[in-house]
C-alpha cells in the first residue's frame, strides 16, 4: 500500500463504520457532523465526502450530510455492493468481488478518514489508514438491538384485501400471514428491560383485545422500497397506540423516533402503477413483539398473543 499524501487542493473525507447493524442513527449523525466541521473549518477548498457507495448505515448517514452541505461524494466498493441500494454518488468505482478489495484504492482517494462505530473491516481501515499517515478520527458507538410491537390483521379481512393486491404489477407482494400494523418500534441496548415489558404485555393482554380499524381507500407510498401501504381510520386505535407507547416508556422503551404515528398496513413493495383497493373494515386480533440485533435478516417472536374470533 503506498503513502497517502495530503491533498492540497481539496478536502477528501473519508467515511466508515456500521453497515447493517442497527445504531442510534441520530446519535451518528450528531457525531460525525461535529467530525465533518472541525475537519473543514473555514476552508474554501472544495469538499468531497468518500464512502462505501450503499446508501445503508454510516454511508448513507454521511452522503445525506454532504447533500445537506453541498459537498462532491464519492463511493468505493466491491461488486457485493450491488446487492445494496446505491446512492447516487458524483464518482463511483467498483474494484474486486469481496468486501475488503476496494479499501485500498479507497484510502488513496481519503485526506482524512472517520470512522463511527463498525466492525473488523471499518477497524482494518482505519489501522491501515494510521499507517498511510491519514489524519484519523474515531467515534465508538454501540450496536443497538430493534424491538417492534404488531398487531396482526385476522386472516379473513387480510384475504379480502389480498385478493386484491395480488394482481398488482410490484417488485414484491406481501403474503397474507404478513398483513399487520406496527404498534411500537424502537432500538434498544441489549435491554435487560425487555423481561419487565414482557411482563407489561402479558397484563395488559390478559383480556381479549380486539381492535378495528376502517380502510376508506387512502393509500401512501414511500421509503426506498416504495412501500404501498393503506392507512388505517381509527380513534380507539390510535388512543391505543398513544397508552402503549407512553407505557413501554415507563418499563424502559425509549421514547419513539416516529412521533407522527400514522397505522397502516403495507401490502406491497416497488409498485409500479398505483391502483384502488375497496374501502373495508379491518380487524386486529394477533399481537407479536419481535427483536432482531440484525445479525441475520430474521425477527424473533419473543411474545406472542392472539384472541379468536367467535
Given at each position: 500500500?503506498?503513502?497517502?499524501?495530503?491533498?492540497?487542493?481539496?478536502?477528501?473525507?473519508?467515511?466508515?463504520?456500521?453497515?447493517?447493524?442497527?445504531?442510534?442513527?441520530?446519535?451518528?449523525?450528531?457525531?460525525?457532523?461535529?467530525?465533518?466541521?472541525?475537519?473543514?473549518?473555514?476552508?474554501?477548498?472544495?469538499?468531497?465526502?468518500?464512502?462505501?457507495?450503499?446508501?445503508?448505515?454510516?454511508?448513507?448517514?454521511?452522503?445525506?450530510?454532504?447533500?445537506?452541505?453541498?459537498?462532491?461524494?464519492?463511493?468505493?466498493?466491491?461488486?457485493?455492493?450491488?446487492?445494496?441500494?446505491?446512492?447516487?454518488?458524483?464518482?463511483?468505482?467498483?474494484?474486486?468481488?469481496?468486501?475488503?478489495?476496494?479499501?485500498?484504492?479507497?484510502l488513496n482517494n481519503t485526506d482524512y478518514l472517520i470512522r463511527i462505530g463498525g466492525s473488523e473491516q471499518s477497524e482494518k481501515e482505519i489501522?491501515?489508514?494510521?499507517?498511510?499517515?491519514?489524519?484519523?478520527?474515531?467515534?465508538?458507538?454501540?450496536?443497538?438491538?430493534?424491538?417492534?410491537?404488531?398487531?396482526?390483521?385476522?386472516?379473513?379481512?387480510?384475504?379480502?384485501?389480498?385478493?386484491?393486491?395480488?394482481?398488482?404489477?410490484?417488485?414484491?407482494?406481501?403474503?397474507?400471514?404478513?398483513?399487520?400494523?406496527?404498534?411500537?418500534?424502537?432500538?434498544?441496548?441489549?435491554?435487560?428491560?425487555?423481561?419487565?415489558?414482557?411482563?407489561?404485555?402479558?397484563?395488559?393482554?390478559?383480556?381479549?383485545?380486539?381492535?378495528?380499524?376502517?380502510?376508506?381507500?387512502?393509500?401512501?407510498?414511500?421509503?426506498?422500497?416504495?412501500?404501498?401501504?393503506?392507512?388505517?381510520?381509527?380513534?380507539?386505535l390510535m388512543a391505543f397506540q398513544k397508552d402503549i407507547d407512553e407505557n413501554l416508556q415507563k418499563f424502559g422503551a425509549p421514547p419513539s423516533?416516529?412521533?407522527?404515528?400514522?397505522?397502516?398496513?403495507?401490502?406491497?413493495?416497488?409498485?409500479?402503477?398505483?391502483?384502488?383497493?375497496?374501502?373495508?373494515?379491518?380487524?386486529?386480533?394477533?399481537?407479536?413483539?419481535?427483536?432482531?440485533?440484525?445479525?441475520?435478516?430474521?425477527?424473533?417472536?419473543?411474545?406472542?398473543?392472539?384472541?379468536?374470533?367467535?
Open positions: 500500500m503506498k503513502l497517502n499524501s495530503l491533498n492540497k487542493s481539496k478536502i477528501r473525507i473519508g467515511v466508515v463504520g456500521y453497515s447493517t447493524k442497527y445504531f442510534n442513527k441520530k446519535e451518528a449523525e450528531s457525531k460525525l457532523k461535529e467530525l465533518i466541521n472541525k475537519i473543514v473549518k473555514n476552508s474554501k477548498l472544495p469538499i468531497t465526502i468518500v464512502s462505501g457507495l450503499t446508501n445503508i448505515g454510516i454511508s448513507a448517514i454521511a452522503y445525506k450530510i454532504a447533500k445537506e452541505y453541498g459537498y462532491k461524494t464519492a463511493g468505493y466498493a466491491c461488486e457485493k455492493a450491488n446487492e445494496f441500494e446505491l446512492f447516487d454518488v458524483d464518482h463511483k468505482k467498483i474494484i474486486g468481488k469481496n468486501w475488503g478489495d476496494e479499501s485500498e484504492e479507497f489501522n491501515n489508514a494510521k499507517e498511510l499517515g491519514i489524519k484519523t478520527y474515531e467515534y465508538n458507538i454501540e450496536p443497538k438491538v430493534s424491538y417492534c410491537l404488531m398487531g396482526y390483521i385476522d386472516k379473513s379481512c387480510a384475504n379480502d384485501i389480498h385478493k386484491q393486491v395480488k394482481s398488482f404489477k410490484a417488485r414484491e407482494i406481501k403474503p397474507i400471514n404478513s398483513y399487520h400494523t406496527t404498534i411500537r418500534y424502537w432500538l434498544s441496548d441489549v435491554d435487560k428491560s425487555i423481561s419487565k415489558i414482557i411482563d407489561y404485555l402479558n397484563n395488559r393482554f390478559k383480556y381479549q383485545t380486539i381492535l378495528e380499524a376502517e380502510f376508506n381507500g387512502e393509500i401512501e407510498t414511500f421509503g426506498n422500497e416504495k412501500s404501498y401501504v393503506l392507512l388505517l381510520n381509527s380513534d380507539l423516533d416516529f412521533s407522527d404515528y400514522k397505522p397502516h398496513i403495507t401490502v406491497a413493495e416497488g409498485v409500479t402503477k398505483d391502483k384502488k383497493i375497496d374501502n373495508c373494515k379491518v380487524i386486529i386480533n394477533k399481537w407479536i413483539l419481535t427483536t432482531n440485533d440484525d445479525s441475520t435478516k430474521d425477527s424473533e417472536t419473543i411474545w406472542e398473543k392472539e384472541f379468536k374470533l367467535k
